[in-house]
């Protein structure tokens, strides 16, 4: 064997050793698993011609490959969603249960931090995901997004300042969390409308996501009683299952064994005030199978 195929199988070894966190990352920082996948590919092609002898940290160095490739692609994206039809939301995925296991991952890749994630600017983004959820260096995100490791520092502070003021308000036990869901399934099974108002906060949000092609709301539903009409009459003719999604308890409704709508679920002292409804078909490709998703 050729000491350049054997170059080649270290590399591919090294490159699939770390293809779920380069996912991840890249995921985190597009909300599109098709354009992650498309991140990886450029990754690999980057990684495949560089002189791996000279790479001191693989992981770090593989980390740094995705995330510009997702920066340019991220920019590229933002232009493309202003002409998006009604609310743009996170592609949603099926996700394994070490996912729920691990806290901060899981509040990391929910339907609702994604939505936050998307307030920032693409350099703020990235730089608030490779410290907070991945814990790297100043040093190192600073050659990732080409910027000094004061200026990052900068960035971390006031990223950390606008996700945090973005949160939900209080801290939700898993306890009453979990209360919650089950009675919000439930609800939504029986298509019962006023379960539903009492689950739904005054102000509860519905946003939900068609592109276009499916039947969905322009614009945000605001109001319990509004929203929960809306999910009476969704729900009425497809057959939820509760499902991982996105590390979280979700709803997946499907209409003659095919996935129609994913709901997934914001929940505040105790009740709902967000609900996220992906109807567009585009995105629905990935809950037939886990995603693998790794820190």
């Not at 102000?203 to 929960?228: M, S, Y």
């Amino acid at each position: 064997m050729s000491a350049q195929s054997t170059d080649t199988d270290t590399a591919t070894e090294v490159f699939l050793a770390h293809r779920s966190l380069l996912f991840t990352v890249a995921y985190e920082l597009l909300g599109s698993a098709a354009d992650a996948e498309d991140v990886l590919q450029e990754t690999w092609l980057k990684w495949s011609g560089v002189d791996h002898a000279e790479v001191r940290d693989q992981r770090a160095y593989l980390v740094r490959i995705s995330t510009r490739q997702a920066l340019t692609r991220l920019r590229t994206l933002a232009r493309r969603r202003e002409s998006y039809v009604g609310p743009w939301l996170p592609e949603p995925l099926l996700t394994a249960p070490d996912v729920a296991e691990d806290v901060e991952l899981a509040d990391s890749v929910s339907m609702a931090m994604l939505l936050v994630l998307e307030t920032l600017t693409p350099t703020e983004r990235a730089v608030f995901v490779l410290r907070e959820v991945f814990d790297l260096g100043y040093e190192e995100i600073a050659e990732a997004v080409e910027k000094s490791p004061a200026a990052v520092r900068q960035i971390a502070h006031r990223a950390r300042g606008h996700v945090a003021a973005r949160r939900p308000r209080a801290e939700v036990s898993a306890a009453q969390t979990r209360h919650t869901w089950d009675a919000f399934r439930r609800a939504v099974e029986t298509g019962e409308l006023q379960p539903l108002v009492d689950l739904l906060a005054p102000d509860v949000v519905l946003l939900t996501d068609g592109g276009g092609v499916a039947r969905a709301a322009l614009a945000p539903v605001v109001g319990a009683e509004q929203v929960a009409a809306v999910l009476a009459r969704i729900a009425a003719t497809v057959s939820p299952l509760a499902a991982q999604v996105n590390g979280h308890q979700a709803l997946v409704l499907r209409l003659a064994g095919r996935v129609e709508t994913v709901l997934a679920l914001r929940v505040e002292r105790g009740l709902i005030t967000g609900v996220f409804a992906v109807r567009n078909p585009e995105k629905l490709s990935r809950l037939n199978e886990e995603t693998v998703l790794r820190r």
